[in-house]
């Protein structure tokens, strides 16, 4: 059936918005809310393990260059006989007093070694957790986030005992 000329002037005024004292066409905009959003926090449906991995291991290296300073500064403040002269009011004076004492890259020290190892076993760990993820949820609920891989990744890579 073809619309009446009075309810086409209806649709037309209803895809035209005003504000302030320009009008804006909105035409079309109903499509683009029916598509799905991209997901920018996670990878596309069906990306491979390699690129699981690679993520992992980049998400890794990423995280412990820049905690590196703040562990350092943590291992100093928790040390159970300190020196009288490394007392420390906060994270930020140590962190201040370590770089004016000992130099500029003491707070990094050992970082490359840090990263290297972090890089395999952050792919691993990704890898193995979007597998799991991916068949876990398949069995419970076909295509949902499986909230089980999270507790089996936790028995099998149990967080670090410090």
């Given at each position: 059936s073809r619309p009446l000329?009075?309810?086409?002037?209806?649709e037309a005024r209803a895809e035209r918005v005003n504000i302030g004292r320009g009008?804006?066409?909105f035409k079309g905009l109903g499509e683009a809310n029916d598509m799905s959003e991209p997901d920018y926090e996670?990878?596309?449906?069906g990306a491979s393990t390699s690129t699981h991995m690679l993520?992992?291991?980049?998400?890794?290296?990423?995280?412990?260059?820049?905690?590196?300073?703040?562990?350092c500064v943590k291992t100093r403040m928790q040390?159970?006989?300190?020196?009288?002269a490394a007392r420390y009011r906060n994270v930020m004076d140590a962190l201040w007093r370590i770089v004016r004492t000992e130099g500029i890259w003491r707070p990094i020290r050992g970082l490359n070694?840090?990263?290297?190892?972090?890089g395999p076993a952050h792919a691993l760990y990704f890898a193995c957790y979007e597998r799991l993820k991916k068949v876990l949820g398949d069995i419970i609920h076909p295509g949902a986030n499986s909230h089980l891989a999270n507790v089996s990744l936790f028995f099998l890579f149990p967080p670090d005992q410090e």
């Open positions: 000329p009075g309810a086409q002037a209806e009008t804006h066409d996670g990878l596309p449906q993520a992992g291991a980049v998400a890794g290296i990423m995280e412990h260059c820049l905690m590196f300073p703040v562990d040390s159970l006989q300190p020196e009288p070694v840090t990263a290297v190892g972090a």
